[in-house]
C-alpha cells in the first residue's frame, strides 16, 4: 500500500478521532483549520499548523501508557524505561543542544482515552513527538489524530501488521518478525495441530488470519480459536475446549492481565507444557511474576528482546534500569522497544538538523542504533524497523531464555508481501 493511500485512508477515518477524542474543536484550532488539515491529509499533504515552540532551550514530548485500567500491568514499565531514556539523552546534551521535557498522559486502557490524549499532547501541549500505546486498538483510535495534525506517534509494540502510516513509526515487530518465527518454530519442533486463544480485539484477530493462512499454507491444522473480552478472568470453558480439542500447541494472543486468569486454569486443567506448550505474543518478563513461575515455567514467547541477551548494550541497559527502578524490576521487550524508540527519534531529528515532522520523516531511512536486542534500523518507506527475532523459553529464574534466534535483524515486511501463503491477507489489506 502506497503512502498516499495510506493518508487517505487516515483522513477518511479522521472523524472517528473527533468522535473519541475531545470534541469540539480543541484548542487553537478552528473547526475550518481541522477540515482543511484531515482534506490536506486525504489529498497526501498538510496544512496542519505545528504549535511546537522551538525558541527555547527545552523541547517538549509526550508519553501515553496505560498507568491504569487492565493494561497498566504491562504499560507501566513502558513509561519507565521512556523516562530513563530520556533522562539519560538529557544528561548527554539532550537533542540539538535541547533539553527534553516530558508530558505524561494516562491512556487508561481505553482506545477513545488514547486518542483524547494524544490530541491534547499535539493540539494542547504541543510536543514534538509522541511516544506510546499498547494495544493495536489504542493505536488505531489515535491513527487518524497523527495523521489529521502532521504529528508524529512512536508505537513500541509487537503488532499484527497490515497497516503502514506517514505518521508512525512502529519500533516494535510486524508480523514477519514475531508471530512468522514463531510459527516456523513450532513448524520445526513437530507441532501440526495448533488451538488460538487471543482477547476480543484488533490484534489477536488480526494475528490469527496470519496464523490460519501460515497453518494452510504449511500442513498445519487449526483446531480451536476462541476470543475472550479484554480484561476477562473466565477461562474455564475456553481451557475445557483446548483440552479435548486435540492440539499439539497453543498460540496465545491474549493481553493484560486475563493471561494470569488463562495460565492458572490451564495448569488446573492438567495441561503442561511438555504436553500442549503455549508460545505468547504479548508475555514479557514483567507478567511471568504477575501470572505466577509455577503457572508458566516451560512455556515459549516470541519477541525481539529478552533481559538474558547477552551484549555490553543489554548488560548497562538492565543494569541502569535495576539501579533506578529496583533490583528485583526485569527488563522486557516493550520497554526495551519503547527506550529505543526515543534514541531512534533523537537520531532522526539530529539527522536532520530540525524537529520539523516533514523534515524527520524525510530524514529517518537508514537511521541505526545499537540498541539493548542489537542494531536495529528504520525503514523510511514502511517506517518500520530492521530487528532480530527471538524465541524464548521462561526458566527457573523467572527470566525468558533465547532457544532459537534469526540470523541477525530481520526486513520489517507488515504486509507479508514476501510469502506465497500470505498473498490473500496482503491484497485484502491493500
Same mark, same amino acid.
Given at each position: ?95 540539538? @543542544?535541547?533539553?527534553?521535557? +516530558?508530558?505524561?498522559?494516562? $491512556?487508561? *486502557?481505553?482506545? /477513545?482515552? =488514547?486518542? !483524547?490524549?494524544?490530541? #491534547? ?124 480439542? @486435540?492440539?499439539?500447541?497453543? +498460540?496465545?494472543?491474549?493481553? $493484560?492481565? *486475563?493471561?494470569? /486468569?488463562? =495460565?492458572? !486454569?490451564?495448569?488446573? #486443567? ?124 521462561? @526458566? ?35
Amino acid at each position: 500500500m502506497t503512502m498516499s493511500r495510506i493518508r487517505r485512508l487516515g483522513a477518511a477515518v479522521a472523524a472517528v478521532a473527533a468522535l473519541v477524542s475531545m470534541g469540539g474543536c480543541g484548542w487553537g484550532r478552528t473547526v475550518a483549520e481541522k477540515n482543511a488539515a484531515e482534506a490536506a491529509a486525504s489529498a497526501g499533504t498538510s496544512t496542519a499548523k505545528s504549535c511546537v515552540d522551538t525558541s527555547g532551550s527545552t523541547i517538549k514530548i509526550g508519553f501515553v501508557n496505560s498507568l491504569s485500567g487492565t493494561m497498566a500491568i504491562s504499560e507501566t514499565t513502558v513509561n519507565k524505561s521512556l523516562h530513563m531514556a530520556a533522562d539519560e539523552i538529557n544528561a548527554a546534551g539532550g537533542v540539538l @543542544g535541547k533539553q527534553l521535557k +516530558v508530558v505524561d498522559q494516562d $491512556g487508561k *486502557s481505553e482506545p /477513545a482515552v =488514547f486518542a !483524547e490524549k494524544a490530541r #491534547s499532547l499535539i493540539e494542547k501541549e504541543c510536543v514534538a513527538a509522541v511516544f506510546g500505546g499498547w494495544t493495536s486498538s489504542s493505536r488505531k483510535a489515535m491513527l487518524p489524530v497523527f495523521e489529521a495534525d502532521n504529528a508524529l506517534l512512536f508505537y513500541p509494540l509487537q503488532y499484527e501488521g497490515m497497516e503502514a502510516s506517514p505518521n508512525i513509526f512502529y519500533s516494535g515487530a510486524a508480523p514477519n518478525q514475531q508471530i512468522v518465527p514463531a510459527l516456523d518454530y513450532l513448524k520445526e519442533q513437530g507441532h501440526k495441530k495448533l488451538f488460538l486463544v487471543g482477547s476480543d480485539y484488533v490484534f489477536p484477530q488480526t494475528a490469527n488470519r496470519v496464523v490460519n493462512a501460515y497453518a494452510a499454507g504449511n500442513g498445519m491444522e487449526v483446531v480451536g480459536e476462541e476470543y475472550t473480552p479484554m480484561g476477562s478472568t473466565d477461562f474455564t470453558t475456553i481451557v475445557n475446549k483446548l483440552k479435548f480439542s @486435540g492440539a499439539d500447541a497453543v +498460540v496465545n494472543t491474549l493481553n $493484560g492481565d *486475563s493471561n494470569v /486468569a488463562f =495460565f492458572k !486454569e490451564y495448569k488446573a #486443567s492438567g495441561l503442561t507444557a511438555d504436553q500442549v506448550p503455549v508460545i505468547s505474543m504479548s508475555i514479557a518478563e514483567e507478567e511471568v511474576s504477575a501470572i505466577g513461575l509455577d503457572n508458566v515455567r516451560g512455556q515459549l514467547t516470541a519477541w525481539n528482546y529478552y533481559q538474558t541477551l547477552d551484549s555490553a548494550e543489554n548488560a548497562k541497559f538492565v543494569k541502569d534500569f535495576k539501579a533506578r527502578y529496583g533490583q528485583d524490576k526485569p527488563t522486557s521487550d516493550p520497554m526495551e522497544s519503547a527506550y529505543t524508540s526515543l534514541y531512534l527519534w533523537k537520531g532522526m531529528v539530529e539527522k536532520a538538523g530540525s524537529f520539523d515532522v516533514d523534515k524527520v520523516k524525510a530524514a529517518a531511512d537508514g537511521v541505526t542504533f545499537d540498541a539493548p536486542e542489537g542494531e536495529v534500523k528504520v525503514d523510511g518507506e514502511n517506517h518500520h524497523i530492521y530487528k532480530t527475532s527471538y524465541i524464548g523459553e521462561i @526458566g527457573d529464574d523467572s527470566l525468558i531464555h533465547t532457544v532459537w534466534q534469526s540470523d541477525g535483524p530481520i526486513a520489517p515486511d507488515p504486509y507479508l508481501k514476501t510469502y506465497d501463503w500470505a498473498k490473500s491477507l496482503s491484497a485484502s489489506a491493500e
